[in-house]
Structures are given as C-alpha cells and as structure tokens.
C-alpha cells in the first residue's frame, strides 16, 4: 500500500507541473521576444526587467501597488475561468463589472452613516447580485435559444457603459464639472490594507485584494468539491454525457454565467469602493477583458488566476518604473502581455519546446 | 517471388506506463488480404499508426519494398504508397465526393482546380477497381458505407499500394460488410494489399488470407482461416477458452416494470419516429429490441431515458408516470442507461474515473452530502466499481478517455448498474468491444436479469438479440411489428422482419431476405 500512495503522489505532482509548465514556458519565451524587441528598438533588456521588477516588487509600496492591480484582474479572471469552466466565454465581464460599480456608487451613498462592516457586506453581495443579473439575460437567452453568448455578453457590455456613462454626466452626476458621482462616505469604502500590514505603506491596496485572492481558494472548492461545480464542469466538457446523467444543461448554463457575472460585479464594486471612491466614466481600464488573458493565462484554474492577477498586475505597476529608470517606453509591456497571451493561446509552441527539452527526462521517467 | 511491400521487423512502441509493441515483425506481399486479430488494446492500431507515420516507433525498422525507410508523417506514408483508412471517416462533409477525393491532390489548370479532369479521375479509378460511387454526390448524404468508399478510393486516388482498413465495419450494416469485401478482394487482385485491423472473428474468416494475431503489444500467433475456426482464433487473441452462447435459465417474469402505450416521438427534422409503440417490460426479464439503425429505436430510447419529449402517448415505470420525466426524474424512478454511444452520451471523457462513476448519482449520498461531494465515499466506491466490474486502469485518478473501449464500457456498466436499477435499458452496449468484453457485458446484462431486473436491450447484432433476449420486439419504421419469444424464429425470420417483411411471404435464403433492405 505505501508504494502504491506513492506513486499516486509523485503522479499528482507529476499532473500539477505539466499543469504549470505551458503558462510558465509562454512567461519564458514572451520575456526573451520582448528582450529582442528591446535590444532592435536600442534599449538594454537586463536594465529594463530589473527596473520593471523593482517596480512591481521593489518595496513594500511597490509590492502593495501590483497587489492594487492584480485586485481586479483577480475577479474577472475568476468570472471568466468560471464561465470557461462551464463551457461558456463570459466575453462581456467589463459590463457586468462596470454594473457591480454602479450598484456599489450608488448604494454607498444611500447607505451613509451606517456601520462600516455592514455597509461593506451588503455592497460586496449588492454588487455581485447585479453583476449576476447583468448576466443572467444572456445566460437565460443561451439557455433557452441558444444565442451565443459572445455576442449577448458583449452587447450587454455596451449597454452597461452607456448607462454608467449617462448616469454619471446626469442623475447621478456630482456638483462641478467633472462628470463622476459622490465621493462615497469612508464607512462605505474598503479599508486600506497598510492600516494593517504597515511595511505595505503608503500604497492603496484595500481590502478587495483579500476578498479577491479568499474568493478564488473559494471557488477552486467550489468547482473541484461541491455538486454545482461538477455539474459546471460535466457540461463544459460534455453537455450531452450531462444530460444523460440527469443534469439540466439549460440550468446549469444559467447558474455558471451567473456566477461569471456575480465575480465580474465584484470587480466593479471593489475598484469604486477602494480605488477611485466614487464612479466615473473610465474607472475601468479594461479590466473585464484583461481577465480574459487572466484566466488564459491561468488555464482557467482559480489558484492559477492568482498567480497570473499577480504577474499581470506586477507589468502593470513595475511599467512606470520600467519608463522612469531604464528609458523604455511602458508600450513594451503590453507586447509582452499580448506574447504571454499569444504563447498561451498557442499552446503547441511551449508544447513542442517542452518537449524538446524534456523529452530525455520523460523518457527515463516512463521507464 | 515479388518482395514484400511492407517489412516491419521487430517494431516497439512504449507508451507512459505500455508497452503496446514489443519487438513486432509483420510482412506484407502485393495480392494479399492480412487481417490483424486482436482485442481492444492489444496494440494493432498502434502498429498500424506506426506505418501510417501518426507515431513514431521506439525501436525496429520499417522497409517499404526492401528499403528501410523512416515514415515520418502520414504524407510522407502516403508518399511511400501507404494509405489508411481510419474508423472515424477524415471527409469534409459538405464537399462533393470528388473534391474529397481530390483534396490535398488537386489536379489544376494555371492555378484554378479542373474538376472536370478531377471528376474523370475519380470515375477512371472507381471503375477499375469496382468501387462504384456518384463522383458529384455530396458527402454528407451518403450513407456510411458509400462514405467509407471514398475514403479507399481518396487512398487509391493518392497512389496507395498498401491500404490499413482500421476496424471497417464497425460502422456497417451487413450488406455493406459483404460489398466492402468484395472491393477488398478485387483491390487485392489488381496487385494491392490489404491490412485488416479487426476484432471480429467472422470477418476475419470469410474474407482474410492469413491471419495474424496481436495480444498484449505482441504477435501470439499466425495462420489462415482454413486451418482454424472462430473458436481457435478467440482462444489466441484472448488467451483462454471463449464461450460465445450464453446459458441462462428460463425467465421468471414477475411484476410489470416498464409499460409504453402508444408513445409517440418526434425526431430532429420533427418528423416521427416512433409512431405509437406499446410494449412492456417485466422484473426479470430481458426484452429486445431489434431493428436496422434508423428504424426509430435511438428516439424511443431517448424518450424512456427523458432526453427526448414525448408527443403522445405515456410511460410508467413501476406504476410510476415518467412520460414526461427528465433525465433526473427518470433516474431516480430507478432506469439506468447504457447509452449507444458512449463516448458522446456515456461518459465524459475529460473526467476521471471517480468523477465519471458518480455521474447522475452526485449530489446525493453517499457522494454527496448537502451539495459537497465526499471523496472518500466517491474513492471507495469507485475502487469497488473497478474492482466488481474488472476495469482494467493503473488508478482511479486516470481520464476515461485514457482507457480502452472495453474497459470505457465496463465503467459505464458499473456506473449504471452499480445504481442498483429496476429497469436497465441498454443501447448497443456491446458495439465496438471484442469477444473477451461482449462475453463480460452479457454476463452482466443476464446477471441483472437473475437478480429480477427488466432489461430493455436494443441491438443490431441478431446473435446478441438471440442470445440474450427472453423476448424480442422488431421495429421497422417506428413501429413494432412483429414479437417472438426466445428461440422462436431463426436469424432469417429477424431479417425479414427488419427489413419490412410481413404476412406469411417468408422467403427461405437469408440472401435474398437481405436483398430487400
């Protein structure tokens, strides 16, 4: 018997590298591209990647900024993983995200003078029950119909900007010129997290950072443990073999995008309760679709959305530095986003080059 | 004496955990038809694909015409004048049969295809080697054995010397068996050869020159049909003795479990497909179902499963009204289902073993407990399952779709009877399984009948019909037209049924009763 659980192990771990080794090999490579694409444009690669981790992790501060802005990331790369998971391309997180901000915008006016911790709770689930509604339309159109939902999610995206836009320049707009609503009220905002881990000082990273990286262990449990999850999943891979086994595919399709769109509200609610403290028109800056590479990147595994909300946000944050200290333009970190997406999406090039490099290893392995 | 076509001498393959060729010699002359024997798993398809440049072997040499060469992709084995048809047909279905044909090869005339010239090809090569076939039909409305002929003649259009039939009849029906081995033979005498991957022993008999027979990555054993018989030929490929008829008691009907009254059901064109169909089934009895596919029986079982809508008529299972049930609701009134495909319907393949045996059954105990799933239930009881039903896997962590058919079907099995069913309804259950599986599934399916279940068995094989059934229901065009009880009618008076026959017209060559289908 102990041989056997052995073997199970070192099989398991065997099953999490190779999990981890296409992501990792797509990081690798986009890196090198984008050290060539540096050295042809005149710039020195080595100074340019030092500077940009220095950014990202330099310092407490710095740390605390790509924490910022891996926040987001986090929750429309959940929104998005969930809804691959099922089969389903929630291509239209950016709408419901910019929903779960408008609830969250408007709430935490209504709600001054309440208790700080019921007013969080109740804009969190607020939030992410309207992200939910702002997909459910599409979900139950899929559902029912069969209307893409890449097409429904997306044109429900517009629709959610141009009320957010509207609202924002009219019934809810504040006094002066800017168009954006109220600052909210600080019991309606999340709490920075440097007011309990001080080394993060003074960068804004709230609240949202914990809730996001709680809810992706949460919904990692969700999928892999708990019936609704195998139901999300037995349909993303098979909807016929489902259906065979008695579950409702038009039922599930419904929950999972709801689902999708309760992480993308949640998002929104975040952003507006702890960055920007109010809403305005460009207060997203793509967020929603950002988490489709996220969630690519992370081949749709929640733990995996972590790690990838992280690197996307350490780009992000470690970008300026990269500009400021090594002279090179912060564009060049979105070429290297769009290789990372590009490699991952093209799986077969980490394949085969895994499989060059490796195929000596798995052969003695094998035997 | 010409030199063989195809040499391949000691050829190993080593998969993760398999070693599916050891060290396999197999030689191939112009003029002959080999039939290479074997159950699922035993490394055919392997050594084929190794020929075929899909994979690359660990060990040994191929020599095509006394030069060893290293076949590298399927271009380059076409290039050598191999060519393989595969089981699942590689046809772009709304093209026409030419451009199929043509694909890949087109002939052109300053860059713009000449599909006149195509079409004179095709015609040119289907007439030499009698593969009749309309050049400008469209594949899609092609019944599957006219499908399979143009994948041969897009092998023989490419030049291929060698052709790998790879399971070709497991799509057929019988007279589409019997004219794709008249092609094979008449392919052999314009100077080819023909390499049959099979696991039927009847085939293998009446159409093979030389046999050779495939166990565990290895050749067991060679020899013509002439020298042995269906039973010598089972014993090699399994390693044991096979019993083909199984011995069952005489059934014990007890309570009525399914009753149908004249159920009606539409099919994807909304046309219908089950046209008032009564019946029932009782406790301890197996009812089949026998018809040619298409006769309406995938809708009927669809619409005793609850996957497909009822359009008149109703259902009871075990008194209770299921005529308009789900899926979910159907189950738990006590039916499991066997689907006829099981890749697409029985399992899903993505999943392991674990997650695929509590299919249907996981969000009740003991698999799950207020909406968590209990892994340590779902383990221990999937070992058992594996266990009891003899699923040959390295765990239970593995995905369905790393086992093989039989083994695939022997999960699905466990899955549904381990539900401890009071109806089973099994579609097909032994399609595409060799003898060592079907021996297996009907042991189970008889086992449930002892243990006082009704079994709703639907078949294309007549001798599984026959040897199963306590009674059997023929349906033709979506109704039943004719009922016998076990051992009353010989496979000729099945056939004739089948295939529309009625009144007392009953001819006496099975010929001639096929001849009407």
Redesign the interface.
């Known amino acids: 018997m102990p041989e056997l659980v052995r073997v199970q192990s070192s099989s398991r771990l065997a099953t999490v590298l190779r999990e981890l080794a296409v992501p990792l090999v797509s990081v690798a490579i986009a890196a090198i591209i984008g050290s060539v694409i540096m050295l042809i444009a005149g710039f020195d690669p080595l100074a340019a990647y030092a500077a940009m981790f220095k950014g990202a992790f330099g310092s407490g501060r710095q740390i605390g900024e790509t924490m910022l802005r891996s926040t987001p990331l986090m929750f429309t790369g959940l929104a998005v993983a969930y809804g691959f998971r099922a089969g389903l391309f929630n291509i239209g997180a950016e709408g419901q995200l910019f929903m779960g901000g408008l609830s969250a915008a408007w709430l935490g006016i209504v709600l001054a003078g309440m208790p700080r911790p019921f007013n969080i709770i109740l804009m969190l689930v607020a939030g992410a029950a309207i992200g939910a509604a702002w997909a459910f339309v599409p979900a139950l159109l899929k559902a029912k119909v069969g209307a893409h939902e890449v097409i429904t999610t997306m044109m429900f995206t517009y629709i959610g900007r141009y009320i957010v836009s509207w609202l924002v320049t009219g019934p809810l707009k504040a006094e002066g010129q800017i168009p954006q609503t109220n600052r909210l009220p600080v019991e309606s905002t999340l709490p920075k997290m440097h007011e309990i881990l001080p080394f993060l000082t003074p960068s804004r990273v709230h609240l949202g950072f914990v809730v996001a990286v709680v809810l992706a262990f949460f919904i990692w449990w969700v999928l892999k443990y708990t019936s609704l999850g195998y139901e999300s999943r037995a349909v993303g891979y098979n909807p016929w073999a489902s259906e065979t086994g008695g579950i409702s595919v038009s039922a599930t399709t419904i929950k999972a995008l709801c689902i999708s769109g309760a992480l993308a509200g949640l998002a929104g609610v975040t952003e507006v309760m702890g960055v920007h403290m109010r809403l305005f028109d460009q207060f997203s800056a793509g967020f929603g679709f950002t988490g489709i590479a996220v969630a690519l990147l992370a081949k749709n595994n929640p733990i995996g959305v972590i790690a990838a909300a992280i690197l996307f946000g350490g780009l992000s944050a470690g970008g300026g530095t990269m500009q400021l200290e090594a002279d090179v333009p912060q564009k060049v970190i979105l070429i290297i986003q769009a290789l990372i997406i590009f490699l991952v999406a093209a799986e077969q090039i980490a394949r085969w080059i895994i499989g060059r490099t490796g195929r000596r290893g798995a052969a003695e392995n094998a035997g | 004496m010409a030199p063989p076509l195809i040499e391949l001498r000691e050829i190993t393959k080593?998969?993760?955990?398999v070693l599916a060729n050891d060290k396999v010699s197999l030689s191939l002359k112009p003029g002959e038809i080999v039939a290479l024997l074997g159950e699922n798993g035993a490394g055919k398809s392997t050594l084929m694909n190794v020929v075929y440049g899909l994979l690359s072997a660990d060990g040994g040499e191929v020599l095509v015409e006394g030069e060893a060469v290293h076949i590298r992709s399927p271009r380059h084995a076409i290039d050598l004048g191999i060519g393989m048809v595969h089981q699942h047909f590689m046809l772009v279905a709304p093209l026409t049969v030419t451009e199929n044909i043509v694909l890949g090869n087109e002939p052109t005339r300053g860059g713009v295809i000449d599909f006149k010239q195509a079409r004179e090809e095709v015609r040119e090569i289907s007439r030499r080697y009698g593969l009749a076939v309309d050049p400008d039909a469209t594949v899609r409305d092609l019944p599957v054995g006219m499908q399979q002929r143009v994948e041969i003649l897009k092998a023989l259009y490419r030049g291929a010397r060698v052709l790998i039939l790879d399971e070709p009849t497991a799509v057929l029906t019988p007279q589409e068996v019997r004219e794709l081995f008249a092609v094979v033979r008449s392919l052999v005498t314009e100077g080819l050869a023909v390499v049959f991957i099979t696991h039927k022993l009847e085939e293998v008999m009446s159409v093979a020159d030389r046999v050779v027979v495939m166990r565990d990555g290895r050749v067991v054993g060679e020899t013509r049909p002439q020298d042995t018989d269906t039973a010598g030929l089972a014993k090699m490929m399994v390693g044991r003795e096979v019993v083909f008829r199984v011995e069952k008691p005489p059934s014990a009907c007890g309570d009525t479990i399914l009753e149908i009254e004249d159920l009606r059901v539409l099919d994807e064109r909304r046309l219908e497909a089950v046209k008032g169909v009564s019946f029932t089934v009782c406790a301890g009895e197996v009812v089949a179902l026998a018809g040619v596919s298409g006769n309406g029986q995938t809708e009927l079982i669809e619409a005793i499963?609850?996957?497909r809508k009822v359009t008149g008529g109703s259902m009871r299972l075990k008194g209770v009204d299921i005529t308009h049930a789900?899926?979910?609701?159907?189950?738990?009134a006590g039916l499991s289902?066997v689907?006829e495909d099981r890749h697409?319907?029985?399992?899903?393949?993505?999943?392991d073993l674990m997650?695929n045996t509590?299919?249907?059954d996981?969000?009740q105990a003991p698999f799950?407990k207020r909406?968590?799933?209990d892994?340590h239930a779902i383990t221990e009881v999937t070992r058992k399952r594996i266990a009891d039903y003899d699923v040959r896997t390295p765990?239970e962590?593995v995905k369905a779709s790393a086992l093989s058919g039989g083994n695939q079907q022997k999960l699905v099995l466990a899955r549904e009877l381990g539900r401890d069913p009071d109806l089973l309804v099994a579609a097909q259950p032994t399609r595409g399984l060799d003898v060592g599986a079907i021996e297996f599934v009907h042991n189970q399916i008889l086992a449930e009948r002892g243990n006082g279940k009704a079994v709703l068995l639907v078949s294309l094989e007549l001798e599984e019909v026959q040897s199963l059934a306590d009674r059997i229901l023929i349906i033709f065009e979506g109704q039943i037209v004719k009922e016998f009880t076990a051992g009353e009618a010989s496979d000729e008076e099945l056939g004739y049924y089948m295939t529309g026959g009625g009144g007392d017209k009953l001819t006496s060559g099975s010929e001639e009763v096929r001849a009407d289908a």
Request: hydrophobic share 45%; net charge positive.
């Open positions: 080593q998969f993760p955990g499963t609850g996957l789900a899926a979910r609701e159907a189950i738990a289902h689907p697409r319907r029985g399992l899903v393949l993505e999943f997650e509590i299919l249907g996981h969000r799950a909406g968590v799933l892994f765990s962590r």
